[in-house]
């Protein structure tokens, strides 16, 4: 035994196990395993009949064996990374899967999955830091801290997770995307996951769609009752592009499947193509886009056109070509819905233009475009009274009165402390009238477009922020967070 090569084959395979480590790298006179608990007789004899007659055996702790694990590990790092890697990959394969189909991982992940539910979050965050993993959850739009966990449990976190969203639990170089379908109690919750390599681990977020919680009237989103009679009457046009802006997290998705139940009459033939599929709506043809086997915007809505609809529903413009296929298909008698990442209604033109579409296109098609922010809205549990201080007053650009009194959230349980639940949508609709479509045609920019549009009676995000705090509904610090001043 003292003159034989390292068998690294079986060195590594002793490294994946959990309750078993080499003393020694079997170069030495007398080899030597550490046991949490200690194998019999018989378990002994055939250790020995393949590893040799003088295998020595001994009892550690648990601890032992994890710090001879680790040690042996970055000692053979160089060789563990050459020929013998996917036997190694193998086995660091099962090791993740044994760690990941533990009990207690699976209370914890579930038990994190719930209490941000409890919250109402939106997503959640495992982030991986030197000293822990900082668990963290999206709620009304703001992060909040979940739990802070000892960062020996970060493999097994994220071995967890990707095994639940059939993601390779042994590639942690590479981002990764996946979903997952989870039952709790009553709740069918559908969860987007995506992985990204770290230095201290990988970062994993959590997307929470509650499929049991689907709001999907248009009366119901809070648009102001002129927005409302507007829109309205713009989505039963025959044709044209409707568009709706906003940042990630502003709730466009929700506004296009609420104006697609609304003029879902079954008189019509809907087709949709989006990223993901968030909700299913009955009586309209969704189509998940799948990139990997090239469905992507502009593929899927060539296919779309031929397959005879009256309205489309594009989950994103994010290319030209995409573009100039719904601008093509509005002007051919389609209703296209879509939607685009600008700060506000008039900077969709602007988005549009810096894709390459022609200006005179733009403005044949596109018939209405809304922005559209959300807003933390006060705790009704804890709102109490309290007085405008002049920096606010300074902030909103109004003028200050000593005596003013607004409302405002203490905090409490109902709402974690924060005194807001709940939140509201803010929009700003820009309908395309013959007045902007000369100023498109003469070649205005974003501003003058925006000008021209509060001139004939467009009321901008922050005039509808400003409404609601008037309302009582919100506060000064949620109106400079989420809108510009105008």
Request: with cysteine; net charge negative; aromatic share 4%.
């Amino acid at each position: 035994m003292s003159e034989h090569k390292l068998n690294l084959p079986l060195f590594t395979q002793l490294l994946s196990k959990k309750h078993i480590a080499p003393v020694e790298d079997f170069y030495d006179k007398n080899p030597c395993l550490m046991f949490s608990t200690l194998p019999d007789l018989e378990d002994r004899a055939k250790i020995r009949f393949i590893l040799g007659p003088d295998i020595r055996f001994a009892k550690g702790k648990t601890d032992q064996i994890e710090r001879l694990i680790k040690h042996w590990r970055a000692k053979l790092a160089p060789e563990l990374d050459g020929a013998e890697g996917e036997g190694v990959d193998q086995l660091d394969n099962e090791y993740l899967q044994d760690l990941a189909s533990e009990a207690p991982i699976i209370r914890m992940v579930n038990h994190l999955m719930e209490r941000a539910l409890d919250l109402s979050a939106s997503d959640i965050h495992f982030e991986p830091e030197e000293k822990y993993l900082k668990v963290r959850c999206r709620v009304d739009g703001v992060m909040v801290n979940l739990e802070h966990l000892p960062s020996s449990v970060i493999p097994a976190v994220s071995s967890r997770i990707k095994l639940m969203a059939r993601l390779d639990i042994g590639e942690k170089r590479l981002p990764q995307d996946g979903r997952i379908q989870y039952q709790m109690g009553e709740r069918d919750l559908d969860m987007r996951v995506s992985t990204l390599p770290g230095i201290h681990g990988e970062s994993i977020v959590l997307r929470l769609l509650d499929r049991s919680d689907i709001h999907v009237n248009l009366e119901a989103l809070g648009m102001p009752p002129n927005v409302l009679t507007d829109y309205s009457k713009i989505i039963k046009q025959p044709h044209g592009i409707v568009l709706v802006t906003g940042p990630t997290g502003s709730g466009k998705t929700t506004s296009l499947y609420a104006t697609l139940d609304k003029i879902n009459t079954g008189q019509q033939k809907t087709i949709t193509i989006e990223d993901p599929v968030e909700y299913q709506l009955e009586g309209i043809t969704q189509i998940h886009l799948n990139a990997k086997i090239g469905l992507n915007f502009s593929a899927g809505l060539r296919s779309i056109v031929r397959q005879d609809p009256d309205i489309i529903m594009v989950g994103e413009i994010r290319d030209r070509e995409t573009a100039e296929i719904a601008i093509e298909s509005a002007l051919t008698g389609h209703l296209v819905f879509s939607t685009l990442h600008t700060n506000d209604a008039a900077g969709a033109i602007t988005r549009l233009q810096d894709m390459g579409i022609d200006t005179y296109l733009i403005s044949s098609s596109v018939i209405a475009i809304m922005a559209q922010r959300l807003v933390r809205t006060i705790c009704p549990h804890c709102q109490d009274d309290d007085w405008l201080s002049e920096k606010e007053a300074d902030l909103l650009g109004i003028e200050f009165q000593p005596n003013a009194q607004i409302k405002r959230g203490r905090g409490c349980e109902q709402c974690a402390n924060t005194g807001y639940r709940g939140r509201k949508g803010l929009y700003e609709l820009l309908v395309i009238s013959d007045t902007i479509r000369h100023v498109i045609g003469g070649g205005g920019d974003a501003n003058q477009i925006r000008q021209e549009a509060i001139k004939t009676g467009m009321r901008t995000l922050r005039q509808d922020a400003m409404d609601k705090f008037y309302q009582g509904k919100t506060t000064p610090e949620e109106i400079v967070r989420v809108t510009r001043a105008v």
